[in-house]
């Protein structure tokens, strides 16, 4: 329903920094864009990144938050089942804030 | 101070991670180095091709072509390695998608860069660059960056494909 994640990389960076904890949810979400998501892809692994479109089958396409990040056309399309948790609240070194 | 919280937490129970996944290195790709490569290829072949002229070569023409020579292979096999490394590491299925030549021009631009090396035929290094070009158009597409082509501006002067890029407003 709910997990804590701890983020490694800092592809997110500076919404999210290597060491940042987020708390996300793991049931009963639906992708919303601009929302960070995470995602088990078949080839990059575990993963989190922003939706940045989501088409009309549900298929999302992600992207990090600086050029360091694998590219969106890396990644291609995420299928829906794919995604494990949307992230609600980030808890960073320095403060607390809700991601958006 | 939420964050020290489960830092804290963290340290006992050791929440799982999840990867903002930077691709560093191995995410700098560029055909650019294999296109020099091929450059310079043709360049030494045309400075070889000057010693044809030469009845007797002296020992300072000897060791001279014999540096021309090794450069003209060292070069050809860094095509090879510059244009393996973009095809096996940065090429995945998507771009093998979008190009479903990429494999057959990849061997062809290896056989290529064997001849250059196994002759002093200038056409081999004319041959070699276009395929090297035309390989840099594809790389350059898959990332939705539009080339052009130019004339190299140093020798050997052969056209060469440059993304276009753009420019910093500042």
Request: hydrophobic content about 40%.
């Amino acid at each position: 329903m709910f997990k804590i994640l701890k983020i490694k990389g800092n592809s997110l960076s500076p919404a999210l920094n290597a060491g940042d904890f987020v708390f996300t949810v793991t049931q009963f979400f639906t992708p919303e864009l601009n929302k960070f998501a995470v995602v088990e892809h078949p080839f990059y692994g575990k993963i989190i990144k922003r939706i940045i479109r989501i088409n009309q089958q549900g298929d999302l396409l992600l992207e990090g938050e600086n050029t360091s990040s694998i590219s969106t056309f890396d990644m291609g399309w995420v299928k829906p089942e794919w995604i494990t948790g949307l992230v609600k609240y980030s808890f960073k070194c320095s403060s607390t804030q809700t991601i958006s | 101070m939420i964050h020290k919280i489960i830092k804290f937490l963290d340290n006992r129970v050791s929440f799982e991670e999840v990867s903002a996944h930077c691709d560093i290195p191995c995410k700098i790709y560029d055909p650019s180095p294999a296109q020099l490569a091929a450059l310079t290829v043709i360049r030494m072949l045309d400075l070889i091709n000057e010693f044809e002229q030469s009845k007797n070569l002296s020992i300072e023409e000897i060791s001279q072509l014999s540096r021309l020579v090794a450069q003209k292979e060292e070069h050809a096999q860094k095509v090879k390695e510059e244009v393996t490394v973009i095809w096996g590491d940065y090429f995945k299925q998507p771009q093998f998608e979008q190009f479903t030549n990429t494999h057959k021009l990849v061997h062809s631009i290896m056989l290529q860069a064997s001849r250059c090396k196994q002759s002093t035929d200038k056409s081999n290094g004319i041959a070699l660059l276009k395929q090297v070009n035309q390989f840099a158009i594809d790389f350059w597409t898959t990332k939705n960056i539009d080339t052009f082509v130019a004339t190299s501006p140093y020798p050997p002067a052969e056209p060469v494909v440059y993304p276009w890029l753009n420019p910093h407003s500042s």
